[in-house]
């Protein structure tokens, strides 16, 4: 496995942007000098068209005519330059385009004005004459050395834009891919199971978003294998106890130290009991969070399920002294659910108020419509619970004071949530400490049943 991939991602771009920077100098290489030339003869063209304008209107201006006028020779026009003699002669020309005078050149005696675009020769705001200029050879001396003096000039440029462009692109992309090794490394430290370690984040741009992402997925893969460790610590707690409690009493019942007397025999069974919950709460859960768990809805009026949960829980609640009450109001719509999941759900906030709420305390459960909802509630004069447990209640395992849970594994508060979510709802839990506290568990009013729900048997 390559360790440095950044350093050959570096070197990639350094060739690519290096190529891509020599193949338009190239272009430039190429089309440059044509460019240059061209403009050059016009510019050579047009200063030999003046200086032989001024000469010719010298000579008429001191002759007052054309007649004996002789163009002069480039040697005598241009000192000490080795320009070659035009391809086509320079022309004098009268009005009505008969040829004055002309250079080296076979000429006719008659030119067209219109089709030659001849320059007026003016003296004293009249035109004297026209003047038509010649064509210069190429590859003249002049225009050899200017396109030498242009490649040598292309070539130095070419080189210190390719230096340029290399260190640039070092120095840019050394942070960038930096970060971007840094990000590799700790991906593979992390994989390989080592502590969790945050990059180190620089600058606000993509690489540093990214590795802010990166540091949140790590943190939250951290925190979830925390997760998990603990509920496998909880898991083997709470199933550790009981279990233990039960091979205690059988053991000593078949070695025959004590006696299987009713009592001892209803303990094991309660040991058993919770953890035939526990073992079934977790199954729930384990399907719930697989996507895997169906909800067998019916169209029922929310009082008939309320008064469902209130009768399972009306002795237990007289057995502890606590006043347990029912309030629906009337002419409520008849909503679709689940009923063993939401008497499920149900149950589990009434168990924790019953749990929670002392001797001549008070437990209401109560349904009440909201615009496009409805929302059960159940509401006691209970302990509370503290401000700093209560973000943490609906964590698996979290048990607010354990010494009072019940005999509760510390799920049932996640299985309400996975219900409530599973109808498309949601459960919420206000409390104040030492006031009570109010479960709200709030469905959304619809027709009919959801694609997906299914009618399979539901484990219990």
Do not use: C
Request: hydrophobic residues 40%; neutral net charge.
């Amino acid at each position: 496995m390559n360790l440095h991939p950044a350093r050959s991602l570096q070197t990639r771009l350094v060739l690519v942007l290096a190529g891509a920077s020599l193949l338009s100098h190239l272009l430039f290489a190429v089309l440059t000098p044509t460019i240059s030339l061209r403009f050059y003869r016009q510019e050579l063209v047009q200063q030999r068209t003046e200086r032989t304008a001024n000469l010719a209107l010298t000579y008429y201006r001191r002759t007052g005519s054309w007649q004996g006028f002789v163009f002069p020779s480039p040697a005598r026009a241009e000192v000490g330059s080795q320009v070659s003699p035009p391809a086509q002669p320079p022309l004098l020309l009268d009005g009505q385009g008969k040829v004055l005078a002309h250079g080296p050149g076979r000429v006719s005696t008659h030119v067209d004005l219109a089709a030659v675009h001849p320059r007026p020769l003016l003296l004293a705001g009249q035109t004297v004459g026209y003047l038509v200029p010649g064509t210069p050879l190429p590859s003249a001396p002049e225009e050899q050395a200017l396109i030498s003096a242009m490649n040598r000039s292309i070539l130095l440029a070419a080189v210190s834009r390719l230096l340029t462009v290399v260190v640039l692109i070092a120095l840019l992309t050394r942070g960038v891919l930096g970060s971007l090794e840094r990000l590799t490394l700790a991906a593979r430290q992390f994989t390989l199971g080592q502590p969790y370690k945050p990059v180190p984040v620089r600058g606000q741009d993509e690489v540093a978003v990214l590795a802010q992402t990166f540091n949140a997925m790590q943190a939250e893969i951290a925190r979830a294998d925390a997760g998990r460790r603990r509920m496998l610590e909880d898991v083997a707690h709470d199933l550790g106890t009981p279990l233990t409690i039960a091979y205690g009493y059988v053991q000593a019942m078949v070695s025959g130290r004590l006696p299987p007397t009713p009592e001892r025999l209803a303990t094991v069974q309660d040991e058993l009991n919770l953890m035939r919950n526990l073992v079934e709460d977790l199954r729930f859960l384990s399907l719930a969070d697989a996507g895997e768990l169906r909800l067998s809805r019916e169209v029922l009026p929310p009082g008939e399920v309320l008064d469902t949960v209130f009768r399972a829980f009306a002795q237990r609640a007289d057995r502890q002294g606590v006043t347990l009450t029912l309030a629906v109001e009337p002419g409520l719509p008849a909503i679709s659910l689940d009923p063993t999941r939401m008497r499920q759900a149900l149950g589990n906030l009434v168990s924790n108020a019953l749990n929670h709420t002392a001797r001549d305390g008070q437990v209401e459960l109560s349904a009440r419509a909201l615009p496009g909802a409805l929302e059960f509630q159940v509401r006691d004069t209970g302990s509370g619970i503290p401000a700093d447990d209560l973000p943490h209640v609906f964590d698996r395992f979290y048990r607010v004071a354990p010494e009072r849970g019940g005999g509760r594994t510390g799920l049932g508060l996640s299985i309400t949530r996975s219900i409530a979510e599973l109808h498309g709802g949601a459960v919420t839990l206000d409390s104040t400490e030492g006031v009570g506290t109010q479960a709200t568990l709030r469905l959304g009013l619809r027709e009919g049943p959801r694609p997906g729900d299914a009618h399979a048997p539901v484990p219990s």
